[in-house]
């Protein structure tokens, strides 16, 4: 079974910086694409940034400029440098990792809360 561990998160003041890490038990580029998704109370889990297993990135329209996802393929581990932090970014961080069109692994979520 896919572990998927995240890390990183916690409390940060408005205009700070966060890295979230995303180890994953296998070799990253055995999934199609991995990707970090959020979820703020009262509202549906959203897409914030995905890299394929090619390198193609996307990113929320939201976060465009402010944050970058990354990978270590030595570390099965994917990043989200998240810089210039807003309230609005306050939520559940979630790696997600797509296996095929019908598989996918979420990992246990990590909070995000910027405040003053």
């Known amino acids: 079974q896919v572990q998927l561990v995240e890390s990183g998160g916690g409390l940060v003041q408005p205009g700070g910086s966060l890295r979230l890490s995303c180890a994953a038990s296998e070799n990253i580029f055995s999934f199609y694409a991995m990707g970090w998704y959020r979820q703020a109370p009262g509202s549906q889990r959203e897409l914030v940034a995905r890299?394929?297993?090619?390198?193609?990135?996307n990113y929320a329209d939201s976060v465009k400029g402010r944050f970058t996802i990354s990978r270590v393929s030595a570390k099965n581990t994917v990043y989200l440098q998240m810089n210039s932090l807003k309230p609005e970014d306050t939520a559940i961080y979630y790696c997600?990792?797509?296996?095929?069109?019908?598989?996918?692994?979420w990992g246990q979520g990590t909070q995000v809360t910027v405040s003053s």
């Open positions: 997600n990792a797509i296996k095929s069109p019908t598989t996918d692994y």
């Open positions: 890299i394929t297993r090619g390198g193609s990135l």
